[in-house]
């Protein structure tokens, strides 16, 4: 069993940056694959941005290549999704989930996901 909690969500002006955090625990295996989702409200759950917990292979959506960037820890059992030049439809819960295997974008493919951090961006 792995649980997740996300931390760092907060209000944000429009072209700022935020620093999200994601402490794993449990059994973490290093076949496992890491990623971020987002949800805005009445919308399904969107990937942003995925790691391999073994090598720390990247893939991002096209929609935040370039402004987004997710990094690992191992040694803390923590993925991080740095987000920059935030705009307002960046708005949303942000949530970390784990899968065993490889990559993968589809939020139905994940095991495990934490309770999500709110991500409000003013404009």
């Known amino acids: 069993q792995v649980q997740l909690v996300e931390s760092g969500g907060k209000l944000v002006q429009a072209g700022g940056s935020l620093r999200l955090s994601c402490k794993a625990s449990g059994r973490i295996s290093s076949d496992y694959t890491m990623s971020w989702f987002r949800q805005a409200p009445g919308k399904a759950h969107n990937f942003l941005a995925t790691i391999t917990w073994s090598g720390g292979h990247t893939a991002y959506a096209d929609s935040v290549k370039g402004r987004f960037t997710i990094s690992r820890d191992n040694a803390e059992n923590t993925i991080y999704l740095q987000m920059n030049s935030l705009k307002s439809e960046d708005t949303a819960v942000y949530y970390c989930?784990?899968?065993?295997?490889?990559?993968?974008?589809?939020?139905?493919?994940?095991?495990?996901w934490g309770q999500g951090t709110q991500v409000t961006v003013s404009s």
């Open positions: 989930a784990a899968r065993t295997g490889g990559v993968s974008f589809g939020a139905l493919e994940y095991d495990y």
